[in-house]
């Protein structure tokens, strides 16, 4: 995944350096996969893999930040108001 | 498997404040005062901030995160156009948002301004279009960290 999160490999190329068989890696990026935390993408006979940025947090969390955001502007203004 | 990349949702902050309603109107529409409250914050500088109030102007706000911050140095901003105004009463307003010049929602925002006997009632519903890839710089930070720790048992495993 640290390799991954420099830049989309191969499962190959991602082997190389852990001294496993490309089956080996294969099958541990299938689970990454399952799980949402990658994705991958066939070119020709090479399957390339990257992050899923989605798969490390959801739009329901942004929209929860949306929230607190205006909840400290409207505060904000309270404090603003009251100085005036 | 086709699946919508769009995510809708509306939520609703309401505030109840000591001032008339004049005084809480004139801060929606007033480029210093909105840009104290609207703008400001400990987490950001603010890069660029005009305000024209009225309908059809726009505003624009851009910010770039502090050092110290997740998204140190990263730049995220708003554009919004004002849709309708009812002076004292509402404000209406379209709010795209991009994050390092990423489109990552459009959103209706609507402030209603209500009297009430201990002043003012301030309403503001957010209604949100949130694209693909919308994010936050302090969830992304909390993502990595649960993305390492899911990996740790991943590797466990």
């Not at chain 2, 987490?43 to 911050?69: M, P, W, Y």
């Not at chain 2, 309403?123 to 302090?138: C, K, L, S, V």
Request: net charge neutral; with cysteine; aromatic share 8%.
């Amino acid at each position: 995944m640290e390799r991954l999160s420099e830049r989309p490999r191969s499962a190959t190329l991602l082997a190389e350096p852990l001294g496993i068989t490309v089956a080996a890696v294969v099958q541990h990026l299938a689970v990454l996969e399952s799980s949402g935390l990658i994705r991958s993408e066939k070119v020709g006979r090479t399957r390339t893999c990257r992050i899923e940025p989605l798969g490390l947090r959801t739009i329901e969390d942004w929209i929860s930040e949306q929230r607190t955001l205006w909840e400290r502007r409207l505060d904000r203004l309270g404090k603003v108001l009251d100085e005036e | 498997m086709a699946e919508s990349s769009i995510l809708h949702n509306t939520f609703v902050v309401e505030r109840t404040y000591t001032k008339p309603t004049g005084k809480v109107f004139a801060a929606l529409g007033d480029p210093a005062k909105k840009r104290r409250w609207f703008a400001e914050s400990e987490r950001h500088d603010v890069e660029v901030f005009d305000l024209d109030f009225r309908v059809g102007g726009r505003e624009r706000a851009s910010f770039r995160f502090k050092a110290g911050t997740p998204f140190a140095g990263a730049s995220y901003g708003c554009d919004n156009l004002y849709l309708d105004i009812v002076d004292g009463h509402r404000v209406v307003m379209a709010s795209m948002m991009e994050f390092g010049g990423r489109p990552i929602s459009a959103s209706l925002i609507t402030f209603e301004v209500l009297s009430i006997e201990a002043g003012t009632r301030l309403i503001m519903t957010h209604q949100g279009a949130y694209f693909e890839g919308a994010d936050g710089p302090d969830r992304r930070h909390q993502g990595w960290r649960d993305l390492l720790e899911r990996l740790d048992r991943e590797l466990v495993a």
